[in-house]
Each structure stands twice: as C-alpha cells, then as structure tokens.
C-alpha cells in the first residue's frame, strides 16, 4: 500500500487547510487511516485516526474541534481539515494505514506510511 499526503503550506495563524491521504488501492474500506505530526526536534505525535467505515474516530485533545478526520472510500482518500490553526501546529504531517477496522492512537499500529506533508503556521 502506498500513501501520498498532499495538502500543506504556508498559513497565517486561525487560517486552515485541508491535507488529503490517497492509496494505492482499491478496498480503501478495508483500512483504518491515522494522521501524525512531527514538530522539529520532537518526537512524531497523534492527530486524528478514523476507522473503516468512518464511524468510529479519534482525536489528540490539542486538535480536538479545530481539526475534522474523513475519508471517501470510493475515491480512497482520507482527509484532514484543519481550522483555527496556531503556530504550534506547524509540522511536518503523515497519514498512516493500517488493516483493521477501529482507529488506533499508536503508531506503532499502522502497518503503511505516507511520505509526509509540512504545514506552517505564521504568526
């Protein structure tokens, strides 16, 4: 399975933008998807995963009604929408998959990376 994020940028502070997930398959269903984010100098952290069917999602509390986790299976892409960004969401993003059917917070649980999209956040 391969996963490409696209989606980042260059945002001011309370602006937003939506990061996309696609893989290269065609029973996306089958997949649980997680976002991720690695800050410089820190270690990756938890976003947002959600699971099959899109029923059952998760959220790191410092994203929590900012940030909105979806997925369109028959395209399979999952997205993330990020509003009232803030500075300290500037990193670089991941999305992750992984074959089972309710999201997880741990990396370790994701079988298949994306290669990354970087996200600023000007003050």
């Known amino acids: 399975v391969q996963l490409q994020a696209s989606g980042g940028g260059l945002v001011l502070d309370g602006g937003s933008l939506r990061l996309s997930c696609t893989a290269s398959?065609?029973?996306?269903?089958?997949?649980?998807v997680g976002w991720f984010r690695q800050r410089i100098g820190a270690e990756r952290e938890f976003v947002a995963a959600?699971?099959?069917?899109?029923?059952?999602?998760l959220y790191a509390d410092s994203v929590k009604g900012r940030f909105t986790i979806s997925r369109d299976n028959a395209k399979s892409t999952a997205y993330l929408q990020m509003n009232s960004l803030k500075p300290e969401d500037t990193a670089k993003y991941y999305c992750?998959?992984?074959?089972?059917?309710?999201?997880?917070?741990?990396?370790?649980?994701?079988?298949?990376w994306g290669q990354g999209t970087l996200v600023t956040v000007s003050s």
């Open positions: 992750a998959a992984d074959a089972g059917a309710l999201p997880s917070r741990h990396a370790n649980a994701y079988d298949f």
């Open positions: 959600i699971g099959q069917t899109g029923a059952a999602i």
């Open positions: 398959v065609r029973t996306f269903i089958d997949y649980r």
